[in-house]
C-alpha cells in the first residue's frame, strides 16, 4: 500500500455472521528518499534531478531564497535559478 487507498474491514463470528463493515484511508508515513540533483555550473539556468513522483522539491539558495517544483510522473524536476 503507498498511502491514499481506502481499505474496507469485516469481522465474521464462528457462526459465520457477518458484521458492518468499516473503512479507513492508508497513510503514507515513509519519508521519500533524497532528491538527486545534476552538476550545476555558474553558466546554469536551471537546476534538474529527480524525486520521489509527486513531491514537492525545494531549493534553498545561499541567500536563503526558495524554489519549489512539483516531481513529475516520472520524478523529475526543474527549477529556474532566481
Do not use: H
Amino acid at each position: 500500500l503507498d498511502g491514499g487507498e481506502n481499505i474496507t474491514i469485516t469481522a465474521k463470528d464462528k457462526a459465520g455472521n457477518p458484521s458492518e463493515s468499516a473503512t479507513t484511508t492508508v497513510t503514507d508515513t515513509t519519508a521519500p528518499e533524497a532528491p538527486t540533483v545534476n552538476e550545476v555550473t555558474s553558466e546554469d539556468k536551471t537546476i534538474r534531478g529527480t524525486a520521489e513522483a509527486g513531491s514537492t522539491v525545494t531549493v534553498t539558495f545561499p541567500d536563503g531564497t526558495t524554489v519549489t517544483d512539483t516531481a513529475d510522473e516520472e520524478g523529475n524536476y526543474t527549477i529556474e535559478i532566481p
